[in-house]
T-cell receptor, first 116, second 117 residues
Framework: DTAVSQTPKYLVTQMGNDKSIKCEQN?????MYWYKQDSKKFLKIMFS???????INETVPNRFSPKSPDKAHLNLHINSLELGDSAVYFC???????????????FGPGTRLTVT | AQSVTQLDSHVSVSEGTPVLLRCNYSSSYSPSLFWYVQHPNKGLQLLLKYTSAATLVKGINGFEAEFKKSETSFHLTKPSAHMSDAAEYFC???????????????FGAGTRLAVHP
């Protein structure tokens, strides 16, 4: 069974559209994350949720809105897509948010978003 | 502030020779350090982690790394490279005390490892 899964794997869309990426983890973790990897492979955290509560919100345009319906799912909705949003988006999860120690994060396979 | 510097953007070795991927970090307190590997068009896989226990950390696939506080380094090594080791490697730091108590990972820019026959 895949520990952290994302759908879709590839997403091609036009500027101005709205799209969503879904993420699910079956590890029983409390904390989930979204990362963006740009064309130079640089990875940066965007958001983190702990038990459905937003705990990390980096300087991301408010066109990006994460939603966590339960602690096993963290979705990313993007409004009014722009060319610069083209990237690979990774979901990750960890045992907890760090309150009891530093736990490694487990990453999904990524979603390659291409905006034309 | 926390930061990670991977000193080489590309490293090329011959199969069977040693691998050295260099990483320096900046963190005010006692950081946790990780190495992740990303194979082409794949997600990230944890190779190993340091969280203030033994300074020499052994990971998967024969990789290991040594935490040297005096040099603020966490270099990744492997005695003998295999063709399947060709991938992008990321050095990562997390310092909960500087991140409001949360596990916030700061990634280095990555080192692309090429392995030649």
């Amino acid at each position: 069974d895949t520990a952290v899964s994302q759908t879709p794997k590839y997403l091609v869309t036009q500027m101005g559209n709205d799209k969503s990426i879904k993420c699910e983890q079956n590890l029983g973790h409390d904390t989930m994350y979204w990362y963006k990897q740009d064309s130079k492979k640089f990875l940066k955290i965007m958001f983190s949720y702990n038990n459905k509560e937003l705990i990390i919100n980096e300087t991301v345009p408010n066109r990006f809105s994460p939603k966590s319906p339960d602690k096993a799912h963290l979705n990313l909705h993007i409004n009014s897509l722009e060319l610069g949003d083209s990237a690979v988006y990774f979901c990750a999860s960890s045992q907890d948010a760090g309150t009891s120690g530093t736990y490694e994060q487990y990453f999904g396979p990524g979603t390659r978003l291409t905006v034309t | 502030a926390q930061s990670v510097t991977q000193l080489d953007s590309h490293v090329s070795v011959s199969e069977g020779t040693p691998v050295l991927l260099r990483c320096n970090y900046s963190s005010s307190y006692s950081p946790s350090l990780f190495w992740y590997v990303q194979h082409p068009n794949k997600g990230l896989q944890l190779l190993l982690k340091y969280t203030s226990a033994a300074t020499l950390v052994k990971g998967i696939n024969g990789f290991e790394a040594e935490f040297k506080k005096s040099e603020t380094s966490f270099h990744l090594t492997k005695p003998s490279a295999h063709m399947s080791d060709a991938a992008e490697y990321f050095c990562v730091v997390s310092d909960r005390f500087l991140s409001g108590g949360y596990n916030k990972l700061i990634f280095g820019a990555g080192t692309r490892l090429a392995v030649h026959p």
